[in-house]
């Protein structure tokens, strides 16, 4: 990735308070990739009862693609890698097996769109049949209890029905009871004390009453309370339409409304509701759709969303080089972080493309993550960054969590360094007085106070220029 992409990244940091926005980048912007956008699906398997990967890469970084598949759009959110896009779909436990088509606009770097399709062969599942002996009251209801059972429905189908939260997991997904037996059991026809009830859509995790349960991935407590069925039952929100339900549980152990981190102590295994003996009931749905949990513990996210592995402080051979003009004074720290910017060259002619040199140190004593967002609208909001070895767990509620394109570790006492020539609406142009801001926000999720961490005023061909950079909370 060249150093102007990143910069592209850090696009809503970008003010160029006099020169007039140009709407597409001339020379300096990111080279079209060689091919164009790839569109590829990675899943456990293409059947009924599995949750899908879609994978778009080398595309736009900045406007997502659009897709469908059997005519369901699917909403693409940015991966780790630049120009990576990803979208969850899934195949609902009834889904109708052949043909799926996946139809895409796909958008290269340049910004040229192109129509594209895939044709999936969904497979037939075999779900086994299964008889169940329950207490006669949990098959044939008496009025009181169907009313109930029939609220309780409605309720979870509105919540699973609500809009799209932003991602709140920051990577792949884990056994909610970790060295449980393998859970089988998805999409089992049963006939309970002889009579057809729905298909089985979640899967039962073996373990003894007491045993811990914990949050398979990051998200929130969307429901903690019991139900006539599924007895005492937690409901996590994780974003992105994706929710899991815990069912039977003897305890439970977060209020609806926590936030939630992966590994987190929700609830106890327990034999609450419909059931013949403990036992954890682990339900995936992804919209309205019934998912095989299991099938989404399948899929690599932690290598799509993951911090890339590659030093990230070294982006630019810029950074190194002696002529550059002198280093002004680091921006008052904020969380640990500083920053400062320069000028690549002591003077521009206007007119010019003016490319800035932006340090952000970690003066702090743990490492920091940093969010480049690069969504236009998100200007204002442009990088986020705090100090939890888990990241996403504390961007979950942000509205701009979705937009993180990528992000990286600053390890303490190291500077990130990046070349930055872009702006959201094209190079930065320099104009007769140019001043620039690095501003990331102290607090991402819940403070809207920013502090403003340096600020570049120059004087265009007056070499040298005169550089300004003060620190100044708003
Ligand atoms: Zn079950």
């Not at 509105?158 to 009871?177: D, K, M, N, V, Y």
């Amino acid at each position: 990735m060249t150093a102007a992409l990143l910069l592209a990244a850090a696009l809503g940091a970008t003010r160029l308070s006099s020169a007039a926005p140009v709407p597409s980048p001339k020379g300096r912007g990111p080279a079209p990739a060689a091919a164009g956008p790839r569109l590829s699906v990675e899943s456990r398997a293409v059947r009924p009862g599995e949750v899908l990967l879609v994978v778009v890469e080398g595309a736009d970084p900045v406007a997502p693609p659009s897709a469908s598949l059997r005519g369901k759009d699917l909403s693409f959110f940015p991966g780790a890698s630049t120009g990576t896009w990803l979208a969850l779909a899934a195949l609902d436990l009834d889904a109708s097996t052949g043909p799926a088509r996946l139809e895409a606009v796909l958008r290269d770097p340049a910004g040229r769109a192109a129509r594209t399709q895939k044709t999936l062969f969904v497979r037939a599942a075999r779900f086994p049949i299964e008889a169940l002996s329950v207490p006669e009251g949990y098959v044939t209801l008496p009025k009181s209890d169907l009313e109930r059972a029939e609220s309780e429905a409605a309720a979870l189908h509105r919540l699973f029905a609500r809009p799209q939260a932003p991602r709140l997991f920051e990577g792949a997904f884990a056994p909610p009871i970790p060295g449980a037996a393998a859970a089988s059991g998805f999409g089992r026809r049963r006939v309970f004390n002889g009579q057809p009830r729905a298909p089985h859509s979640g899967a039962d995790l073996r373990a003894k009453t007491g045993a811990p349960v914990r949050a398979p991935a990051a998200g929130r407590a969307a429901l903690a309370g019991t139900l006539f069925f599924s007895g005492k039952t937690v409901v996590l929100d994780h974003g992105l339409g994706l929710t899991t339900l815990y069912a039977h549980l003897s305890r439970i152990l977060v209020q609806p409304g926590d936030p939630i981190r992966k590994g987190q102590l929700i609830g106890r295994v327990g034999a609450t509701g419909r059931v013949t003996g403990p036992h954890l009931h682990w339900a995936l749905k992804l919209g309205e759709a019934r998912v095989d949990p299991y099938s989404l513990l399948a899929l690599d996210l932690d290598a799509r969303l993951k911090p890339r592995p590659e030093d990230p402080l070294a982006r630019s051979p810029a950074c190194a080089r002696a002529d550059l003009p002198p280093a002004p004074p680091w921006g008052r720290a904020a969380g640990g972080l500083r920053a400062r910017v320069r000028p690549l060259k002591p003077a521009y002619a206007p007119g010019e493309t003016v490319t800035l040199l932006v340090e952000i140190q970690n003066a702090g004593g743990r490492s920091a993550f940093l969010d480049f967002v690069r969504d236009p609208g998100a200007r204002g909001a442009v990088l986020g960054f705090n100090r939890a070895p888990e990241p996403f767990s504390q961007l979950a509620s942000s509205a701009t969590a979705r937009l993180v394109t990528e992000q990286v570790k600053i390890p303490p006492n190291k500077t990130l360094c990046f070349e930055q020539d872009r702006d959201a609406a094209g190079p930065l142009l320099a104009a007769a007085t140019t001043s620039y801001a690095l501003q990331y926000a102290t607090d991402f999720l819940y403070s809207t106070s920013t502090v403003r961490a340096g600020v570049w005023r120059g004087r265009l061909a007056a070499p040298p220029a005169e550089v300004v950079v003060s620190s100044a909370a708003k």
